[in-house]
């Protein structure tokens, strides 16, 4: 079933003009409510933030992508509404199905739901998941790589089924790159959307009209019944808004980096880079070094003309000198324990956080939101093609190296998230653990080092009732299978969902 389209104002009144009761949750890209349609069906409204052009690529991506997809193991985005304001500008909201039960961060992390205690329940969860991860690489055609998984992005019905949702980093597997770059600036107002249909290497477009009408439908071409799926973009190249709304990509990038940097209060140096490198070459010629900038200084906050920019330096020095003594801490670890062995990569915190590969030049906004593993997208730094996007901590260290954006990235955040459902916590617990326990503030090291030492079994939630030994042990290995380093030694989806319904005990994977 396509997405309907519904005005602002009937979803105004289906959740009581947004009232704060009925408020579900806050995602990076705005408030989420609970509500219901005249017919009675529950719905869960998402708000997008005016003027975020991240939020703008995630409501396009999301239309585009989950709009398309018919599972029970994915959140069913039921419509949207684009519907442009008085001033300017459009408000952009995403309804879909309401999950009772909320995320599965939520009431495994936060409010702990006294249910996900039962082991059984647990492992449901997990098969779940990797069921709809499976239908994602599996039945969709071409394959969709949701590019996010993680607990914030798994929902939870009234009988704690989960489905996955969230596409708004997803992407269409690899060599139809081409399809998300089509995907700029989707302009649902407008009278002119045109749809594409992918079958193998062949691409064939239909245009459709959008009026006035409640639903948006794609016509499809004359073979209905192969399982292929349709995406409907703008075609940013062909259609006639195009050069009106046409970014490039250099364009784009340049808007996210702007926009972080607005967003994290990052430290702009106004210094042009011809005077830098006069001032580098300078520095060379005399031997000196760069100067340490001394942001936190009473000395230099005098210099600062306003009272609130003296607090708003403080605050940014703050922040820096906190993340650096995290850097610090594992540096130190690592040194004491890692010296005799040499690989470049080793001393830095990017082996300690194993998967942050690629985010690590990154500005956090906070870095307490760094320390849990559980980055809102909106704080972190990404980039137009997508390659180096996702949640600290679950990210595939291929992605952002360079390496090939696969369905492998997807099973890599899989593992990780069925570490957090066996453990029952989150995958880095930074302040929590002193330094000399690095390992087990890092759940997806501390899972290889018990491996190593044949006590798998001391991974899983001390506070887990009903527990089957022999099913945890099997749900440990497929995690640690699903975590090699190298994607081509990784599971693939189907071996996961095979090997989690399977009695028999995978080998463990070499460490
Ligand atoms: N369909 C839904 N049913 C019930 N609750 C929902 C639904 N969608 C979202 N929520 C609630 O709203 C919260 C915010 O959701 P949202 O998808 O906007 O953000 P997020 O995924 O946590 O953040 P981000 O988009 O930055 O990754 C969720 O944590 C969840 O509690």
Not at 456 to 462: A, G, K
Request: hydrophobic content about 35%; glycine content about 8%.
């Amino acid at each position: 079933m396509h997405p309907q389209r519904y005005s602002y104002s009937t979803l105004r009144h289906a959740t009581s003009s947004f009232s704060p009761s009925n408020r579900l949750g806050q995602g990076g890209f705005g408030p989420v409510y609970q509500g219901t349609l005249s017919s009675g069906k529950q719905i869960a409204v998402k708000l997008m933030d005016k003027g975020s052009l991240q939020g703008e690529h995630e409501f396009n991506n999301e239309l585009s992508l989950a709009g398309g997809i018919d599972s029970d193991h994915v959140v069913s985005l039921i419509g949207f509404s684009s519907d442009k304001k008085k001033r300017g500008g459009r408000r952009m909201v995403l309804v879909y199905e309401l999950m009772v039960n909320g995320s599965l961060q939520d009431a495994l992390l936060n409010r702990m739901c006294p249910e996900l205690m039962d082991w059984k329940k647990r492992v449901l969860i997990a098969v779940d998941i990797a069921k709809g991860l499976e239908f994602l690489h599996r039945v969709c055609d071409p394959p969709v790589i949701h590019g996010d998984v993680k607990p914030g992005n798994v929902l939870l019905d009234s009988n704690f089924n989960a489905k996955i949702a969230d596409f708004g980093l997803s992407r269409l597997k690899n060599d139809r790159e081409e399809v998300l770059n089509g995907i700029e600036v989707v302009e649902l107002d407008d009278t002119y959307v045109r749809s594409r249909r992918y079958c193998g290497d062949d691409a064939s477009t239909t245009d459709v009209s959008v009026g006035d009408s409640a639903s948006v439908t794609t016509s499809v071409g004359d073979d209905e019944k192969t399982p292929e799926r349709f995406l409907r973009v703008v075609d940013a190249e062909t259609s006639p808004e195009a050069d009106n709304n046409k970014i490039s990509g250099h364009d784009k990038g340049k808007n996210y980096v702007m926009e972080w940097i607005e967003s994290s209060n990052a430290i702009i140096d106004e210094t042009s880079p011809s005077e830098k490198l006069e001032k580098k070459q300078q520095r060379r010629l005399k031997g000196e070094r760069r100067p340490a900038k001394k942001w936190w200084s009473e000395e230099f906050c005098e210099e600062l003309s306003t009272k609130e920019e003296k607090k708003k330096k403080k605050k940014r020095a703050m922040v820096q000198l906190s993340s650096r003594s995290i850097r610090e801490q594992f540096t130190l670890a690592n040194d004491s324990k890692m010296k005799s062995r040499r690989r470049s990569s080793w001393g830095s915190i990017d082996f300690w956080l194993d998967g942050l590969n690629g985010l690590s030049g990154e500005i956090r906004k906070k870095s307490s939101d760094w320390a849990s593993g559980e980055i809102p997208k909106s704080g972190t730094l990404t980039n137009t093609n997508a390659s180096m996007r996702g949640t600290i901590c679950y990210v595939a260290p291929e992605n952002g190296n360079g390496g090939v954006i696969s369905e492998k990235c997807d099973v890599y955040s899989y593992g990780v998230l069925l570490l957090v459902l066996i453990a029952g916590r989150r995958p880095l617990q930074i302040g929590v653990s002193p330094v000399s326990e690095f390992e087990r503030a890092n759940l997806v090291l501390w899972a290889r080092h018990l491996a190593r030492r044949g006590k798998l079994l001391d991974l899983v939630d001390p506070g887990i009732q009903c527990l089957d030994e022999g099913q945890a042990l099997v749900c440990i290995r497929v995690a640690l299978q699903c975590l090699q380093h190298l994607p081509s030694k990784r599971l693939t989806i189907d071996e996961v969902v095979r090997k989690l319904s399977d009695v028999s005990q995978p080998h463990l994977p070499a460490l």
